[in-house]
């Protein structure tokens, strides 16, 4: 079974631009987490969605906002990017049953805000 | 909101030795401890994981243990490998509305041979 996959795995942009990162959970998986990874911060909770609606969202502006398809493949968005954004985006899947919580994760994109 | 500490954050140990890694949280309703570790510039990868109705759990060299009164946790590595060196990362389910994850800061664990 194929992992979940992240695209694009690398992104410069500029201070002010927006950005979409996608995220491709694995089969059957219905539920998709985002996560910021920074140096200083560690792994912080963006947001998680499961069929199409936002279950849960962390401690980020706005300008963080996601959705999620009904083939549970999953986006992202940055607006107005700030120079504090550049950071590895990492989205993990879950299947989500009964008594089931394991995240897997991808690979990553790695944003830099220039 | 669900809050997890994690310590120490660097850990240097010899080949052979054992690590230890503690962790507290703060939501007494938690009921789900996963245990990651992230390899440099590679994803998380799951190593361990324990539910709160469960005391302590084994794989191989790796063990987790919970204690629900005290609100925390600790991943044990025994006999330790050169290819045991990453960043672990224990976390905390969010709540009970899904599988949302809190995350320690991370514990960089270094092991010479």
């Known amino acids: 079974k194929a992992g979940v996959t992240q695209t694009p795995r690398y992104l410069i942009k500029t201070r002010g631009q927006q950005v979409t990162l996608s995220c491709s959970p694995i089969s059957g998986h219905r539920s998709v987490s985002w996560y910021q990874q920074t140096p200083g911060q560690g792994l912080q909770f963006l947001f998680e969605?499961?069929?199409?609606?936002?279950?849960n969202k962390g401690n980020f502006p706005g300008r963080f906002s996601g959705r999620q398809f009904s083939n549970s493949r999953s986006e992202m968005n940055v607006s107005t990017l700030e120079l504090g954004d550049s950071a590895l985006y990492l989205c993990?899947?879950?299947?989500?049953?009964?008594?089931?919580?394991?995240?897997?994760f991808g690979p990553g994109t790695r944003l830099t805000v220039t | 909101g669900e809050n997890v500490e994690q310590h120490p954050s660097t850990l240097s140990v010899q080949e052979g030795d054992s690590a230890v890694i503690k962790c507290t949280y703060s939501d007494s309703a938690s009921n789900y401890f996963p245990w990651y570790k992230q390899e440099l510039g590679k994803r998380p990868q799951l190593i361990i994981d324990?539910?709160?109705?469960?005391g302590e759990k084994k794989d191989q060299r790796i063990a987790v243990t919970l204690n629900k009164t005290a609100k925390h946790f600790s991943l044990h590595i025994t006999e330790t490998q050169p290819e045991d060196s990453a960043v672990y990362f224990c976390?905390?389910?969010?709540?009970?509305?899904?599988?949302?994850?809190?995350f320690g800061k991370g514990t960089t664990l270094s092991v010479s041979s």
């Open positions: 976390a905390a389910r969010l709540n009970q509305a899904g599988t949302a994850l809190i």
């Open positions: 969605y499961f069929s199409e609606t936002q279950r």
């Open positions: 324990i539910r709160s109705n469960v």
């Open positions: 993990a899947s879950s299947i989500t049953g009964t008594e089931t919580y394991e995240q897997y």
